[in-house]
């Protein structure tokens, strides 16, 4: 796809590319980072029960969370390999932004989860109580 402002690339808009973009990096996330992979599972599982209970707000809650926290995950991953790629050996400049990624990281993990086990919670006095 052509870039507007470098003028580089290959003319012409193709948004099947785009889509097959995200599909592809989505992809790739799944399969070489164990984070992005757990977390799809275990939100997998709770939006079952969103579904099997027909709660619809707390399955669009749950879909926003983690789409929320796989996004910061794939960031993190992203910016990791850039400094890696930009700087092999120990700098502590480098540190310092995965310290801050891992940060960003840590805090949609732990909103993520919070939600996941209120939901689950919910879901559990729901189904048990008589």
């Known amino acids: 796809m052509r870039h507007k402002f ?3 690339g290959d003319p012409g808009y193709h948004p099947l590319r785009k ?3 995200v599909f592809s990096g989505l992809r790739y996330a799944v399969i070489y980072d164990f984070s ?3 977390k799809l599972v275990l939100s997998a599982l709770v ?3 969103a579904i099997a209970l027909h ?3 707390d399955l669009l809650l749950i879909l926003v969370v983690t789409a929320f926290v796989v996004v910061a995950e794939m960031f993190n991953s992203a910016i990791e390999a850039l400094c890696d790629f930009v700087e092999t050996r120990h700098n502590e400049k480098i540190k310092i932004i995965k310290d801050i990624a891992a940060a960003a990281v840590g805090i949609s993990i ?3 989860f919070f939600v996941l086990a209120v939901e689950v919670s919910r879901f559990w006095q729901g189904h048990f109580v008589v």
Do not use: K, N
Request: zero cysteines.
């Open 55 to 57: 709660a619809w707000v």
């Open 19 to 21: 889509i097959r973009t």
């Open 110 to 112: 732990f909103v993520w």
């Open 36 to 38: 992005v992979a757990y």
């Open 6 to 8: 470098l003028g580089t």
């Open 47 to 49: 939006l079952t029960g």
